[in-house]
């Protein structure tokens, strides 16, 4: 009996111990039940989650800026391309129309031969010029030197007039000097009265005489200063002579320094329309040669993200060469509830784990948000009733932080679908 008993009591303590574990074990469920459901509350409350998302970015489309055959394409899918000096594609064209160059360096030709003909016309001008010039010079130097004879001559008579002007004066007094005397004597009886006539006749004579050389005289010094007004005259250059051909050199030297004039003009009109349509034509063909091979560069720094023409190819202008990712411009578009909306309005931040890459946490905010995805076209005056249990969803715009890592070899995320959670106030 007392066996049986001590047999009993381990039971009782062994069930006693068995309940004690089963209530632990149960009180720690309900503790981690409720703290699992104060944490799906709190994560419920304070945060929203996307039903579906995927990463985008700007395309930019290279196409060929001429027409022509693609010869080297430094690019493959993947490769991300800086925007350097290098060009990433070369297109010949050997096809390239020069026709309005041509017509220029036809039209040059011509005003070059025209041009030469005016430039020979110039000289022949110049020429003329120097000579009439050459003449003028000539008629001057004559001219001074024969006024200069002429004064001289003209003072030698005006010199010879005075003598004989002194002479007569001389002749006169004599006479004067004669008749005084013969006169007296005459009075006197000494002498006949004929000779003091004579006398008088002599002295009225050589009076007379006086006169006509003192016109002479006169006459002479008018003579002399007319000639100094010529010579004046002609050391000025004032003097009218005509020469042999009845043509003064002066006003054929002013003729051909006006129509030289106008000649200059007319050459130096033609080399600036020559140099002007010379311009033209090196422009030309610059023009040409640039379009004969034109080099593509590419617009921005990016990924490869597709290649439409391959080597070999004949391009038209505009045609599309590849397309460039600019990973400097990402987006993820997210899909929410549209019930959710008033939870996450633009400025709320967001985080965002991609499901192609394990552990890439992106962080992003809330741009803007569209609605009536599918069920919308806006413009329309056309109501489409909504149908029945139909998703009401509305998509979100997160704008990635422009810090964020690219992630070199996989196009910087973009195309990649992911989960994002949005941070809100409860």
Known sequence: MTQIKNQVVPAQQLKLRRSLLANLLVFAAGCGILAFAVLFLYRHLTTVRSR??????????????????????????????????????????????QGNAREVEKWLERRRGELKA?????????????????????????????????????????????????????????????YQRFSQLARQGA?????????????????????????????????????????????????????????????????????ISEQQAIVQGMQQEMAAQQRQVAQAQREVAQRKVVKVTAPIAGYVWRVDARPGMFLGKGDQILQLLDCRRRWIDVFVDEQLLRLIPPGTRAKIELYGAKGKVLQGTVTNIRSGLGRLNPGDDQVIPIPENYPRQSQVRVELDSDQDWGDGNFCYVGYTARVTFQINP
């Not at 110049?126 to 003209?154: F, I, K």
């Not at 000779?195 to 009076?207: M, N, Y």
């Open 118 to 178: 005016a430039q020979v016309k110039l000289a022949q001008l110049q020429r003329l010029l120097a000579s009439a010039q050459r003449d003028e010079r000539n008629q001057h130097r004559l001219e001074v030197e024969q006024t200069n004879r002429q004064v001289a001559a003209a003072q030698a008579e005006l010199a010879a007039a005075k003598a004989k002007l002194a002479d007569a004066k001389a002749r006169y007094q004599l006479a004067q000097m004669n």
């Open 52 to 97: 579906d998302a995927v990463i985008n970015g700007v395309i930019v489309n290279v196409r060929a800026p001429e027409e022509g055959t693609l010869e080297k394409l430094q690019a493959q899918v993947g490769d991300f391309i800086e925007p350097t000096d290098a060009p990433l594609a070369l297109i010949e064209n050997d096809y390239v129309s």
């Open 191 to 259: 002498v006949p009265q004929a000779q003091a006539d004579a006398a008088l006749t002599e002295l009225q004579q050589s009076q007379a005489q006086v006169a006509a050389r003192q016109r002479e005289v006169e006459a002479a010094a008018h003579t002399v200063e007319a000639l100094k007004a010529d010579a004046r005259a002609a050391e000025l250059g004032l003097t009218l002579r005509n020469t042999r051909s009845n043509y003064d050199p002066r006003l054929r030297r002013q003729e051909l320094q006006t129509q």
